[in-house]
């Protein structure tokens, strides 16, 4: 029964960050432009408020909804396939895996274009947070499938596997949108 209400918490949570990050540009659009724009750009308007924090909640929103409703649809499955532990540490591997794709993404950046210069603490933080992340990576791949002998189904991992990929888009918009507002 633990399964079905964290599932419908989450379903909540997921429902209502969407209808937060759909209705939040419409609200900063409503505020910012009452009398409309000159021309009639009202969508393309609204587009650029489309960004940011409605993006980052629209993504979460997402994942925590299809996670809430696959959890409640299939609750036997996920009991006997899934469980806390492997859970956590697929999330913990979407979460690393997204630290190093912003430290990689950074790095490329600022070798490819001659800005190493001008990052002299940023530059470092991506080559150590990207070895850093890639380190503990693989150690939670190695804890991943220390706790998976003990229930070792295919359909187990391949649900966390498929966790893993369907929040690193958040994390990793997350992570980025905290990275550009700290530079």
Known sequence: MKLKSFSCTILIIGILALLIGLALPMLL????????IIGGAGLPT?????????????LWGGV???????????SKTVKKHCGIRTSAVALSLSAVGAVGLVCFLMWIVFATFG?????????????????????????LV????????NNPTILGIVLDVF???AYLPAFFYTLSLIESLIS
Do not use: Q, W
Not at 29 to 36: D, F, H, L, Q, R
Not at 64 to 74: A, D, Q, R
């Open 29 to 36: 659009y409503a505020v910012n432009t009452p009398n409309g």
């Open 142 to 149: 190695i804890v991943y499938f220390g706790f998976r002998k």
């Open 115 to 139: 800005e190493v210069s001008r990052h002299p603490i940023s530059y470092p933080c991506s080559v150590i947070g990207g070895l850093l992340a890639f380190v503990t990576f693989v150690v």
């Open 163 to 165: 966790m893993s990929i």
């Open 64 to 74: 925590l909804t299809v996670t809430g409703l696959f959890c409640l649809i299939f």
């Open 46 to 58: 609204y587009r650029l408020y489309l960004d940011g924090v409605p993006v980052c909640l629209l």
